[in-house]
C-alpha cells in the first residue's frame, strides 16, 4: 500500500509537469484553433532562464586576499560574485542559493514577450492554414530554438541546485499513520504545490475576471465575439504570451529536478500532445486530469511488481492509455463537442 | 511506355538518367581542387540518397495523395532494418531474402498500426501514429532487447548460426552483404584525369530498386486508386456521402507506404547491417516528413529532390569548420573576415539542425509546394516573360 502512495507522490511532480505544459498548448488551441509545436521547446526556454539567472548570480570578479594564501605560498585569489558585494555579502549569498525561485520574476516577462513575439511575427499568418501546416512551421521552429540554446549552452545537461532549505525529503509515514517511513524530496513537493497554484490562478483569470470572459467567450464562438466589437484577437495574442509564461514556469520550476538539457523540450511535448490529446482538446479541467493521471499511471507502471507482470508496461503505458482512450471515447476525457472533430 | 503517358515516360527517363549517371554528375570537381569538398559523389552518400529517395516516395504515396500526415514512420524503417539483420544473422549474407522480409513485416506492422490509427483523422490520426512509434521506439530500447540489441544496435557477429553459408569469412571477419556474390561494398574508381570517380554496387543496386519504386509510385498516382486517395484528401465527407468507404483505400496507402519505409530500411541494412533503435525516434520520422515537405508533397519528383537535397546539405554543411570558412573569405580584410566567419559559425558544421529548421520554416510559410512549386514558378515566371514581351510595345501605344 505505501509503495502505490510512494509512487502516486512520485507520479505528482511528472504529472503537474504534463499538466501545466498541457495547460498551455490547450490554452493556445482552444484560442487560436493553432496546434504548437514549439510548447515544448517554451518550456525548454523556461528551464535555461533558471540556468541563465543562475549563472548571473554567480558572476564574480577576482580580489587578491593578502590574509589568505593558496597552497604554494602564494597570495589566494578569492572569487566575490557581484551579487554579494552589491547587496552585501549575506544577503547575495542567498540571492544565489534562491536563484531558481528569483528566475521566477525574471522568467514571466521574458516569456510573454515571446510569445507574443512567436504568435506575431510567425504563427499568425497560419491561422488560415490547414494543423498540417502548422503542425510543420512550428516544428521547424521548435527545432530552431532547440539549436540556438545548444549552440549557447552545450549538449550537456546544466545541473541547477535547488536552494539549501529544500534539500532532503519529508517523510510522509507518520503523517499517514504508517510505521514505515515515506520519504519524498521537499522541491518535488514545492513543484507540485506551485504548479497547483498556477493551475488555480490560470482557472481564476478565465472565471473570475471580465477579461477571462470575453477569452471564454471567443473559445466557444470567435465569430459572435468579434461581432459585438470586440478585438477578440488582441485578446488572443495576451492568452497566447500567458500560455507561453505557465509552459515557461514550468520549466523554470523544473530545472532542479531534471538538470535542463537542449532537448528536454521536444521530450516533453511528445507526452503532452497525448495528454491534450487524452483530456480532450480544447478542454482545459480534461488537460490538467489527464496531465496527472498519466504522470501517476506512468509512475505506478514503474513498480518492480507490475514490470514483473507485464514486462516493459513503464514504457508505454501512456501510449497504451492513449490509444485507448482516443479508440473508445473519441473526444477524450472531457473534449467539448464540435472541437477539432472531422 | 511501360503504360505511363508521353509526360511521366520524359520524367521517368530523366529520373533514371539523372540516377544512374549520379556519379559523374555528383563529381563536378576535380579531386585535388579546393571545391571536392562539395563533391558527393562518393558511395556512402550516393547510397543514402536514394535509400532516402525510397522513404520519402513512400511517405509520400500516404500524406502527398491522401493528406494524412504520419508522423510514426521510422518505426517502420526501424522494423524493416531489423528483420534484414536478422535475416543475415540466421539465413544468408544475400540481400535478397532479407529485403523480402523486410518489406513483409513493415507491411504488417503497417497493417496492424494503419488499422487502429486510420480510424481517426486530422491531428488526432498524427497523435495515434506518434504514439505507436515512441511505443516502438521504447520497447526496442527495453523489453525488446533480446530482438533488437537494445542501445548497442543489432549487428553481424562471428558466431551466428547462418544456415545458407558461413559464419565467419575465411579472412576471419565476417562475411559482408552481397547479392548473389557482387560484394555491395565494392567500388571501382575510374580515374579521368583530375577526377577520380566511384562506381559502387551497392549503390547501383539501391538505384535500380528506387526506379523500380519510382515506377509503381507513378503508376499509382496516375491509377483510378490513386484519384480515390486524392478525393479522399480533397473532401472525405462527401465520399462518405456517396456510399464509398474510403477506410480500405487509406489502408492499402498506409500499408503500401509502410512497405516502402520497409525497403528502404532493409536497404539501409544491406548497405550496411547494422540496425539501432535511434532509426526509429520520432525526430526520425520528423526527418521524412521534412524531405517530403521540403521537396513538394503531392509531386511525383519532390520527394526524391527533398530527401537528396537534405542529405547532400547535411553532409557539405556539415563538414564546414572553421578554417574552411576562413580559406573563402580570405579576400575580404581581416576584420570584416572574422565577422563573416562569426555571422556564418553557427549554420554550419554542428549547427546544421539550425539551418535545416530556418530552411523548413521558409519553405512552409513562402513556398508550401515544395522546390517543385518553387520551380514550376520561376518556369512560369520566365514563360511569362518571354510572352509579355511582344506586347510591351502594344501596351505603350
Redesign the interface.
Known amino acids: 500500500m505505501d509503495a502505490i502512495l510512494l509512487q502516486i507522490l512520485n507520479g505528482l511532480d511528472k504529472g503537474s509537469a504534463y499538466a501545466l505544459i498541457a495547460l498551455g498548448l490547450t490554452l493556445i488551441f482552444g484560442t487560436l484553433g493553432v496546434?504548437n509545436f514549439a510548447h515544448g521547446a517554451l518550456f525548454m526556454v523556461g528551464a535555461f532562464v533558471a540556468v541563465t539567472v543562475q549563472r548571473l548570480f554567480n558572476w564574480s570578479f577576482e580580489t587578491v586576499d593578502p590574509t589568505k594564501t593558496d597552497f604554494l605560498g602564494n597570495p589566494a585569489k578569492v572569487k566575490t560574485p557581484y551579487v554579494e558585494s552589491w547587496f552585501g555579502p549575506e544577503v547575495g549569498a542567498a540571492m544565489i542559493d534562491w536563484s531558481v525561485p528569483l528566475a521566477i520574476l525574471f522568467a514571466i516577462p521574458i516569456m510573454i514577450v515571446v510569445g507574443f513575439v512567436m504568435e506575431r511575427g510567425?504563427i499568425k499568418?497560419f491561422y488560415k492554414?490547414p494543423?498540417?501546416?502548422q503542425?510543420?512551421?512550428t516544428?521547424?521552429?521548435?527545432?530552431?530554438v532547440?539549436?540556438?540554446v545548444k549552440?549557447y549552452y552545450g549538449a550537456n545537461p546544466i545541473p541547477t541546485p535547488a536552494p539549501d532549505v529544500f534539500k532532503g525529503s519529508f517523510d510522509f509515514g507518520p503523517l499517514l499513520g504508517l510505521d514505515t517511513s515515506l520519504a519524498y524530496p521537499y522541491w518535488r513537493l514545492v513543484y507540485f504545490g506551485f504548479s497547483a497554484a498556477i493551475i488555480g490562478a490560470v482557472f481564476a483569470f478565465l472565471q473570475f475576471t471580465t477579461f477571462g470572459l470575453v477569452v471564454r467567450a471567443g473559445m466557444a464562438d470567435r465569430e459572435t465575439v468579434g461581432l459585438l466589437g470586440i478585438n477578440i484577437d488582441k485578446k488572443f495574442t495576451i492568452m497566447f504570451g500567458i500560455a507561453a509564461a505557465v509552459a515557461g514556469l514550468a520549466g523554470v520550476m523544473y530545472a532542479p529536478i531534471n538538470s535542463p538539457n537542449y532537448h528536454m523540450g521536444?521530450d516533453f511535448l511528445?507526452l503532452s500532445?497525448?495528454v491534450v490529446?487524452v483530456g480532450g482538446?480544447g478542454s482545459l479541467p480534461g488537460a490538467v486530469l489527464a496531465g496527472f493521471m498519466l504522470g501517476i499511471l506512468e509512475s505506478i507502471a514503474s513498480m518492480n511488481v507490475i514490470k514483473e507482470l507485464i514486462?516493459?508496461i513503464d514504457?508505454?503505458i501512456i501510449?497504451?492509455v492513449?490509444?485507448l482512450i482516443?479508440?473508445t471515447r473519441?473526444r477524450g476525457l472531457m473534449g467539448r463537442k464540435g472541437v477539432?472533430e472531422? | 511506355m511501360f503504360g505511363l503517358n508521353k509526360k511521366d515516360t520524359t520524367l521517368f527517363i530523366i529520373v533514371a538518367a539523372m540516377t544512374l549517371l549520379a556519379p559523374f554528375i555528383l563529381n563536378p570537381f576535380p579531386t585535388d581542387s579546393a571545391l571536392a569538398q562539395f563533391n558527393a559523389g562518393y558511395p556512402d552518400l550516393m547510397q543514402r540518397f536514394v535509400i532516402f529517395g525510397i522513404l520519402a516516395i513512400g511517405f509520400n504515396i500516404l500524406f502527398g495523395l491522401t493528406g494524412y500526415l504520419s508522423f510514426g514512420h521510422a518505426a517502420f524503417l526501424g522494423v524493416g532494418s531489423y528483420s534484414a539483420v536478422w535475416m543475415f544473422k540466421l539465413l544468408s549474407m544475400n540481400i535478397i531474402p532479407a529485403i523480402i522480409l523486410s518489406v513483409i513485416i513493415a507491411g504488417l506492422f503497417a497493417l496492424v498500426i494503419g488499422y487502429v490509427s486510420l480510424r481517426r483523422s486530422g491531428i488526432y490520426f498524427s497523435i495515434l501514429t506518434l504514439a505507436f512509434a515512441q511505443m516502438s521506439f521504447n520497447l526496442a530500447y527495453s523489453v525488446l532487447t533480446p530482438i533488437t540489441n537494445g542501445e548497442t544496435g543489432l549487428q553481424i557477429t562471428l558466431d551466428d548460426p547462418r544456415v545458407l553459408g558461413v559464419s565467419v569469412a575465411e579472412n576471419g571477419n565476417p562475411p559482408v552483404t552481397n547479392l548473389f556474390g557482387l560484394e555491395m561494398r565494392e567500388t571501382f574508381t575510374l580515374d579521368l584525369g583530375a577526377w577520380a570517380f566511384q562506381f559502387n554496387i551497392g549503390f547501383y543496386v539501391c538505384a535500380l530498386i528506387m526506379l523500380a519504386a519510382f515506377y509503381v509510385s507513378v503508376r499509382i498516382f496516375r491509377s483510378p486508386f490513386g484519384l480515390m486517395l486524392r478525393a479522399v484528401k480533397s473532401n472525405q465527407h462527401r465520399m462518405n456521402y456517396t456510399g464509398l468507404s474510403t477506410r480500405p483505400y487509406t489502408l492499402a496507402a498506409f500499408v503500401i507506404s509502410g512497405m516502402y519505409a520497409g525497403l528502404a530500411g532493409g536497404l539501409m541494412a544491406s548497405m550496411d547491417p547494422l540496425a539501432g533503435a535511434e532509426r526509429m525516434q520520432w525526430t526520425a520520422s520528423g526527418e521524412i516528413v521534412l524531405m517530403t515537405i521540403l521537396g513538394g508533397a503531392g509531386t511525383l519528383l519532390g520527394p526524391v529532390l527533398g530527401a537528396g537535397f537534405i542529405k547532400y546539405f547535411e553532409n557539405i554543411f556539415s563538414k564546414i569548420n572553421d578554417n574552411i570558412l576562413h580559406t573563402w573569405f580570405a579576400i575580404m580584410p581581416d576584420g570584416l573576415e572574422d565577422l563573416l566567419v562569426t555571422i556564418v559559425h553557427p549554420f554550419v558544421g554542428k549547427g546544421w539542425h539550425l539551418t535545416l529548421g530556418l530552411l523548413f520554416m521558409l519553405v512552409v510559410t513562402f513556398l508550401p509546394g515544395g522546390l517543385v512549386e518553387g520551380g514550376q514558378r520561376i518556369a512560369k515566371a520566365l514563360s511569362r516573360k518571354k510572352k509579355d514581351e511582344p506586347k510591351t510595345p502594344d501596351a505603350s501605344e
Open positions: 496546434v510567425l499568418h492554414r494543423h498540417a501546416d503542425i510543420l512551421v516544428f521547424g521552429l521548435a527545432i530552431v532547440q539549436e540556438i549552440a521536444m511528445v500532445f497525448v490529446v482538446m514486462p516493459g514504457q508505454i501510449y497504451v492513449a490509444i482516443l479508440l473519441p477539432m472531422d
